[in-house]
Nanobody, 123 residues
Framework: QVQLVESGGGLVQAGGSLRLSCAASGRTFSSYAMGWFRQAPGKEREFVAAITWSGSYTSYADSVKGRFTISRDNAKNTQYLQMNNLKPEDTAVYYC????????????????WGQGTQVTVSS
């Protein structure tokens, strides 16, 4: 059974940092693109960041560019999202995703989703 399990969410003050992790199990994800989406209360789920299977290409939403960094360790089947200078508008449930995609920003392209981890940024 394929599983993506996020960890590292929590409550942080504005300007603070958090590091999300996503551990994959059930298969090898080294050939899959991986990424993060988020959903705030009352809003649609939105793209945050993605990384290709080799790690050679990354993409970010404009709202997080320069503050968030995505990375992966294929030997550990794990990806990470380092979030710095957090803002209250970053408050959301963050979802780890994996899939063979043609566009890393395409929400429908990802086959596997984690259960989500809550990130809350207080002002």
């Amino acid at each position: 059974q394929v599983q993506l399990v996020e960890s590292g969410g929590g409550l942080v003050q504005a300007g603070g940092s958090l590091r999300l992790s996503c551990a994959a199990s059930g298969r090898t994800f080294s050939s899959y693109a991986m990424g993060w989406f988020r959903q705030a209360p009352g809003k649609e789920r939105e793209f945050v960041a993605a990384i290709t299977w080799s790690g050679s290409y990354t993409s970010y939403a404009d709202s997080v560019k320069g503050r968030f960094t995505i990375s992966r360790d294929n030997a550990k089947n794990t990806q990470y999202l380092q979030m710095n200078n957090l803002k209250p508008e970053d408050t959301a449930v963050y979802y780890c995703v994996a899939g063979v995609v043609t566009s890393t920003r395409d929400i429908d392209g990802y086959d596997y989703w984690g259960q989500g981890t809550q990130v809350t940024v207080s002002s």
